[in-house]
C-alpha cells in the first residue's frame, strides 16, 4: 500500500478505483486492480 498526500490523481488513474474513510483516514481501494491501494497519510 502506497502513502500519497494527494490521493486524486491515483483516483483518475483507473475507472474501478474507489476513495473511502475509514476511522478518519482516506482509502484508495481498487478490487480488479490490486495494486491501486493508497493512504493519505
Known sequence: MKI???LKS???RHR???LVRRKG???IINK???RYK???G
Open 4 to 6: 500519497r498526500h494527494s
Open 10 to 12: 491515483i483516483r483518475n
Open 16 to 18: 474501478d478505483n474507489q
Open 25 to 27: 483516514r482516506i482509502y
Open 32 to 34: 480488479t486492480q490490486k
Open 38 to 40: 493508497a493512504r493519505q
